[in-house]
Nanobody, 123 residues
Framework: QVQLVESGGGAVQAGDSLKLTCTPA????????VAWFRQAMGKEREFVGL????????RYADSMKGRFTVSRDNGNNTAYLQMNSLKPEDTATYYC????????????????WGQGTQVSVSS
């Protein structure tokens, strides 16, 4: 298993942008499919987007298309979630997750998780 570390969260205003970062501790991220999920208080964890190991195939939840972009830089052993035009309803804890093989939006297919980074968007 790989331990993941997210960073880049914070408190912003509606319309602002944030870029979250996911790095592995002691492993090579290029060996993993990387996904982003988010969980708002009192709600279930929700799929945001994912990217394959090469970085040439990304998929998104329908509600995230157009504002959110998942990318990765395997040379720097880092994955990213770029979030634009943020809305108050984007307020949540954002998690990076990884698995070896599956390009899946199902939270159950990921066995490696970070501790999460909080994003708060005010109106």
């Amino acid at each position: 298993q790989v331990q993941l570390v997210e960073s880049g969260g914070g408190a912003v205003q509606a319309g602002d942008s944030l870029k979250l970062t996911c790095t592995p501790a002691g492993d090579i991220l290029s060996s993993y499919v990387v996904a982003w999920f988010r969980q708002a208080m009192g709600k279930e964890r929700e799929f945001v987007g994912l990217i394959n190991r090469k970085g040439d195939n990304a998929r998104y939840a329908d509600s995230m298309k157009g504002r959110f972009t998942v990318s990765r830089d395997n040379g720097n052993n880092t994955a990213y979630l770029q979030m634009n035009s943020l809305k108050p309803e984007d307020t949540a804890t954002y998690y990076c997750a990884a698995n070896r093989y599956f390009l899946s939006p199902d939270v159950r297919t990921y066995d490696n998780w970070g501790q999460g980074t909080q994003v708060s968007v005010s109106s």
